[in-house]
């Protein structure tokens, strides 16, 4: 088996602060997400990355970088907190098997902005 | 672009009841529909996924689903719930050739009553 690591757990940050998400993960998977968790609202794709040096936005990239530096690790800042922001980001990864593979998701790093 | 509905957004059940958790989609084309299961403080786990065959699938932990391209849904199911099954249940939907992306529900929020 394996794991997703993110760090760090909670975040805490002042507004225009620029922050970094990490995660990492040792399944060997080709592809990596960033997703946004808000109560009452689910789960929303910020980026993913469906290969080493690859990068494409998703549904709410606005506000947001990422990078792929290698396989195993997937960063994603927060070009400039919100006041009064608080979420939970979650980072996730998969293999590709045509269009079908589940993901396997970190803890969450859960992030609040004074 | 395809969307997914979970109406209820809280479903409080005794142990050892039984549990449906519904779900609806809209896509015309070819989709894959999975559910997940988060735990307070917890990243999502897989529970079990549909493409194509069988319309009930078999999950983890006695926990089955049934497609229905009629009512263009995916209801999660139990027979008989146990404490630890209390948690926020994710429906999620890809289209094919989407690149693995999951667009996913809002999320059920079960808590089984001893």
């Known amino acids: 088996g394996g794991i997703i690591t993110q760090t760090p757990k909670f975040l805490i940050g002042q507004e225009g602060q620029k922050l970094t998400l990490k995660c990492q993960q040792n399944?060997?998977?080709?592809?990596m997400y960033w997703y946004r968790q808000d109560s009452g609202k689910g789960l929303r794709l910020i980026y993913y990355?469906?290969?080493?040096?690859?990068?494409q936005k998703g549904d709410l990239s606005e506000g947001y970088d990422a990078s792929r530096e290698k396989k195993s690790s997937f960063s994603l800042t927060v070009t400039s907190a919100q006041k009064n922001e608080m979420a939970v980001f979650l980072c996730?990864?998969?293999?590709?098997?045509?269009?079908?593979?589940?993901?396997?998701f970190g803890p969450g790093t859960r992030l609040t902005v004074l | 672009t395809q969307t997914v509905s979970q109406s209820d957004a809280h479903v409080t059940v005794f142990e050892g009841d039984s549990v449906e958790l519904r779900c609806n989609y809209s896509?015309?084309?070819?989709?894959?529909l999975s559910w997940y299961i988060q735990h307070h403080g917890r990243g999502l786990q897989f529970l079990l996924k549909?493409?194509?065959?069988n319309p009930v699938v078999q999950g983890v932990n006695g926990f089955e689903a049934e497609f229905s391209k009629s009512d263009s849904s995916f209801h999660l199911r139990k027979a008989s719930v146990h404490w630890s099954d209390s948690a926020v249940y994710f429906c999620?939907?890809?289209?094919w050739g989407a690149g693995n992306k999951l667009t996913f529900g809002i999320g059920t929020r079960v808590l089984v009553r001893p």
């Open positions: 549909y493409y194509s065959g």
């Open positions: 896509y015309g084309g070819s989709i894959y």
């Open positions: 996730a990864s998969s293999i590709i098997q045509g269009a079908i593979a589940e993901q396997f």
């Open positions: 399944f060997n998977h080709d592809t």
């Open positions: 999620a939907v890809s289209a």
């Open positions: 990355s469906i290969t080493e040096n690859d990068l």
